[in-house]
Nanobody, 120 residues
């Protein structure tokens, strides 16, 4: 299973970006799909999660500005980021809990990361 993230880049404060992450491979289904981020010198933190049941959760720091969505048919998760500020500068990683064949077990997979830089 591979997760391919895209959509990062350089944006001015107040701007927007949309990240995408597509899972591919021997996938039966995906459970929770999430976005994490890691700023320079800091630990990786959870930004947003979209559960298989349709529940979304956000870090307090992004509530009201970021929106996570997913397309189950495409095994893809998105992160719409609005009102970006310099504090959002980080490498963003997607994560998916995936039920795979032939083991029929759930594993956690990570994307390669996409860098978001917000200039002030």
């Amino acid at each position: 299973v591979q997760l391919q993230a895209s959509g990062g880049g350089l944006v001015q404060a107040g701007g927007s970006l949309r990240l995408s992450c597509a899972a591919s491979g021997s996938i039966v289904s995906t459970n929770a799909m999430s976005w994490y981020r890691q700023a320079p010198g800091k630990q990786r933190e959870l930004v947003a999660t979209f559960t298989k049941g349709g529940i979304t959760k956000y870090a307090d720091s992004v509530k009201g500005r970021f929106t996570i969505s997913r397309d189950n048919a495409k095994n893809t998760v998105y992160l719409q980021m609005n009102s970006l500020g310099p504090e959002d500068t980080a490498v963003y990683y997607c994560n998916a809990e995936v039920l795979i064949v032939p083991s029929m077990k759930i594993f956690s997979f990570w994307g390669q990361g996409t860098k978001v830089t917000v200039s002030s």
